[in-house]
């Protein structure tokens, strides 16, 4: 009799391709989980820092694995993510079949990554009057845009990495896509699309030993079967650099460790490192309940409320954008923004200096923080009527509105949180 957890056939039978490849399995087993689809489970008692997988070399999907009579078809400063993606889908290799059957369908992507809920998107059909809406209802520090608020131009430029996400990622997936469709004419988008997502949510940090580290960290990739069903956690992130001696590839093999000891029947988890819950969304479809690395952006709000002289301090003296928000209030950052608020030039001057503190007033400092903060409550309560109005209307994204629901509605409460930390 299968268990209740068993995945599947497909699953069963790339397990046991698996083995044939080389890659060691004790005592885990890919598995099924209500509600949250596939993961990874432990099949009896497991004691910390005990092996649990062991993916050799040469089962994994490297750029040295890409036949040369392919990729010289391309420019020589292609990206790998999009190498990979044009192999998958013109090269159709028949070697990883098992593996590939169980990959995602783009049906499960598509209820879940806001890249392929955009209008650019080879699955966003034009005719659904939705589409643009839920587009505008993605939280801003992924979609860069906000609903209650009209930001100003930024004074200068910046990192900001961190707050535009879906447009980065978009214009990755938009020039792989030039870039193959230039060398194949024929692909298909839809099926490119497919692998690109694919690649991105399913491969894992690659850098041989005594490798340079690439310009673009995202060319330090590579795609390891078997290891793929670990889901993330932000459990051990409080103790990452632990955590990093838990996964492990030493130029022969990856090598996957119990952070903690795990009873039979546990979904095991791995960190895919410290990320804030938009950014594990829109990378990779899903986010956390809760997470230690919760981070929101102030910077539209901080800015709107700061003319271009004080914007000028901001910049002069190294404090311009990245106003970070978290569960334990807000960053030094943004606090250095609102004393620039009602303290006098030369009082804040002397202040960011180190020289004085003489202008600084807490409970006033306190006040303006809460005003900023009080402005992404607005914006998240208009986003939740919003949803919640398109919800009783029965739209066909109905999977799609209750997962930004919850985000919107984790983000009013992260919001209250942090109010409550600047109070007290």
């Known amino acids: 009799m299968k268990p209740t957890w068993w995945p599947g056939e497909k699953h069963e039978l790339f397990t046991e391709w698996a083995k044939t490849q080389g890659i060691v399995i004790n005592g885990v087993s890919p598995a099924r989980f209500p509600g949250r689809g596939l993961g990874m489970i432990a099949t009896r008692k497991i004691e910390k820092d005990s092996i649990l997988v062991k993916v050799p070399h040469s089962a994994m999907l490297t750029p040295s ?61 034009s005719s659904n009057s939705n589409t643009s809406s839920i587009q505008d209802l993605l939280p801003p520090s992924i979609s860069n845009t906000w609903n209650t608020i009209t930001p100003g131009k930024r004074k200068h430029k910046y990192d900001t990495r961190h707050q535009n996400l879906l447009k980065a990622q978009e ?89 903690k000891e795990y009873n039979e029947g546990e979904e ?33 709000i901080i800015l709107q409320d700061l003319n271009a002289s004080k914007q000028e301090e901001l910049e002069f003296h190294q404090y311009y954008g990245n106003y970070q928000l978290t569960s334990d209030g807000v960053c030094y950052r943004t606090e250095i923004a609102a004393g620039l608020t009602y303290m006098p030039l030369r009082l804040w001057q002397d202040y960011v200096l180190g020289y004085s503190t003489d202008g600084v007033d807490e409970k006033m400092s ?59």
């Open 366 to 424: 306190a006040a303006v923080i809460r005003g900023w903060i009080g402005v992404y409550i607005k914006e998240a309560d208009e986003a939740v009527a919003r949803l919640e109005d398109l919800y009783i209307a029965q739209t066909e994204d109905q999977g799609v509105v209750r997962m930004l629901l919850k985000r919107w509605r984790q983000i009013r409460a992260l919001c209250e949180e942090a109010i409550d930390r600047v109070s007290s």
């Open 171 to 259: 214009t990755r997936l938009r020039k792989a896509w030039d870039i193959v469709v230039r060398v194949f004419p024929e692909t298909d988008k839809e099926l490119f699309t497919y692998h690109w997502v694919i690649v991105n949510t399913r491969s894992f940090f690659y850098l041989l030993p005594g490798a340079e580290m690439p310009e673009d960290r995202n060319d330090a990739m590579a795609l390891v079967p078997f290891a793929d069903y670990f889901n993330h956690s932000d459990v051990a992130v409080f103790t990452f650099h632990s955590i990093c001696c838990n996964v492990k590839f030493d130029g022969e093999e990856y090598v996957f460790r119990a952070a």
């Open 65 to 125: 694995k890409l036949p040369s009579t392919f990729t010289s078809r391309f420019p020589s400063d292609t990206p790998t993510h999009t190498l990979y993606a044009a192999y998958l889908t013109n090269a159709s290799p028949s070697h990883i079949t098992p593996w590939r059957n169980t990959w995602p369908t783009m049906e499960d992507f598509t209820s879940s990554m806001p890249i392929l809920w955009s209008s650019s998107s080879p699955l966003s059909p």
């Open 268 to 300: 095991i988890y791995m960190s895919y490192g410290p990320h804030s819950n938009d950014f594990l969304f829109t990378e990779y479809g899903f986010y956390l309940d809760t997470n230690a690395s919760e981070t929101l952006y102030l910077d539209e």
